[in-house]
Antibody, heavy 122, light 106 residues
């Protein structure tokens, strides 16, 4: 099974930009949808957005104005940028793969990174 | 976007109890719904896909039902290892999660 690993700063100042990278190993990044999901302390899972290996993106409407995702297939990596962060963006950020099997009607988040805690604080 | 309303937000039950969690979608999602179990420090684990299909290797005490906008997740006989937070997740239009149900042993 593919493995995912998040990397990036664990501390970001308010109003600055959060940047994370996910490295995919044990398999190809091609022909899949890749998402970022976060969980704030005491809150549930929030889907941030997804990118296909073609570079096509979709974002959560509540975050769309601040989110940009990109993919580098040569490095088997995809990335997240979240601008103008506040304390409300403090969370564990997961990079995740979406798996689809139409024959079995089975579509789900099947591979998750371990998560990276990003704290927004001055 | 599709909003998922999950209830209750927390639940305390005894070992052996039947536990039920509900999830309501803001519009029809047919059966495009998954249920995950999330334990602290671990990645969420798929339990139920396509609203009612049990993932391979998941104990049969877990089940799901529903279609359209109303869905139910049931643990037939609660076990100590079931302590976790449970989430519904729709994929009819992009993705969104319910707010989660934190399950505790009484």
């Amino acid at each position: 099974q593919v493995q995912l690993q998040e990397s990036g700063p664990g501390l970001v100042k308010p109003s600055e930009t959060l940047s994370l990278t996910c490295t995919v190993s044990g398999g190809s990044i091609n022909n899949s949808y890749w998402s970022w999901i976060r969980q704030s302390a005491g809150k549930g899972l929030e889907w941030i957005g997804r990118i296909y290996t073609s570079g096509a993106t979709n974002y959560n409407p509540s975050l769309k104005s601040r989110v940009t995702m990109s993919v580098d297939t040569s490095k088997n990596q995809f990335s997240l940028r979240l601008t103008s962060v506040t304390a409300a963006d403090t969370a564990v950020y997961y990079c995740v793969r979406w798996s689809s099997n139409g024959y079995y009607r089975k579509h789900y988040f099947d591979s998750w990174g371990q998560g990276i805690l990003v704290t927004v604080s001055s | 976007d599709i909003h998922m309303t999950q209830s209750p937000p927390s639940l305390s039950a005894s070992v052996g109890d039947r536990v039920t969690i509900t999830c309501r979608a803001s519009q029809s999602i047919t059966t495009y719904l998954n249920w995950y179990q999330h334990k602290a420090g671990k990645a969420p684990k798929l339990l139920i896909y396509d609203a009612s299909n049990l993932e391979a290797g998941v104990p049969s005490r877990f089940s799901g039902s529903g279609s359209g906008t109303e869905f139910t997740f049931t643990i037939r006989s609660l076990q100590p290892e079931d302590i976790a937070t449970y989430y519904c997740q729709q994929y009819e239009n992009l993705y969104s999660f319910g707010q989660g149900t934190k399950l505790e042993i009484k």
